[in-house]
């Protein structure tokens, strides 16, 4: 299923919304399980599984945490676990949904949707930073590894200060690097260009985005309507 980006993220704010007035967990549980068959039309179907199958077992701790008093800790642990119910719903959303959109594709809908280039710009260059970091630290640990040198927590207890020298300051270099090289690649490609914005990629709204939209305001709906019953 390929849904137009500014529906995916109308779906985002509406299911944050929804989370926001959800009236308890078992509601929240059965976003979860929209968000999973979202993801698994979306040919995300492995990332949702594994994000359920993370949340059922949180959610699992915390009911048996509940049962047990642990004074002043129980209140600690609630609150951790309500923080974790609340975003696991959105954080699966969003994980699909960035995992799902180019970001020529979110340019391109910030375009049409007339967002200010102040806006759009750090965007981009956001969205292109973080695989850029994550390709380098890939790099990092192998050639840690090389050192004979663990790129782990472990590692860093045993010898911290060569831990340090060999992961934290190439990642701190590599970081200012990619972040002005995207910036000059930007610039180069004309991101500052005034004139108006094209893409080869044909975004619309279609009876998919309808289908989506309809499901996500009828959950909102009914979590709203949920709340002020309860």
């Known amino acids: 299923m390929r849904l137009d980006p500014r529906t995916k993220l109308a779906l985002l704010f509406v299911w944050a919304l929804a989370v926001f007035f959800s009236p ?9 399980v929209l968000a999973v068959v979202f993801g698994a039309l979306c ?8 994000m359920f199958a993370v949340y059922c077992a949180t959610m699992g701790i915390a009911i048996a945490l509940a049962q047990v008093n642990l004074g002043i800790f129980s209140t600690l642990f609630n609150s951790f676990f309500l923080l974790v119910r609340k975003v696991f719903p959105c954080g699966l959303l969003a994980a699909i949904i960035v995992s799902t959109t180019q970001v020529n594709e979110f340019m ?3 375009s049409k949707m ?18 850029a970091i994550r390709e380098d630290w890939g790099y990092i640990k192998d050639a840690m590894r090389m050192r ?11 010898r911290p200060g060569l831990t340090v020298e060999c992961l934290y300051v190439p990642l701190m270099m590599s970081a200012l690097n990619v972040a002005d090289e995207l910036s ?5 490609r004309g991101i500052e260009n005034p004139a108006p914005r094209t893409c ?3 975004i619309e709204f279609g009876t998919a985005d309808a289908a989506a939209a309809v499901v996500a305001v009828a959950v ?4 709203i309507v949920l709340r002020s019953v309860a």
């Open 24 to 32: 308890g967990l078992p509601f929240e549980a059965g976003m979860m």
């Open 43 to 50: 040919g995300k179907a492995r990332l949702s599984v594994a």
């Open 108 to 110: 391109s809908a910030f």
């Open 114 to 131: 007339r967002c200010p280039r102040e806006v759009t710009i750090p965007l981009a260059v956001m969205m292109r930073y973080v695989p």
């Open 148 to 158: 004979g040198v663990s790129p782990t927590l472990g590692g860093f207890l045993r």
């Open 184 to 188: 000059c690649a930007s610039v180069a």
């Open 200 to 202: 080869y990629l044909h």
């Open 220 to 223: 909102l709906a009914a979590a």
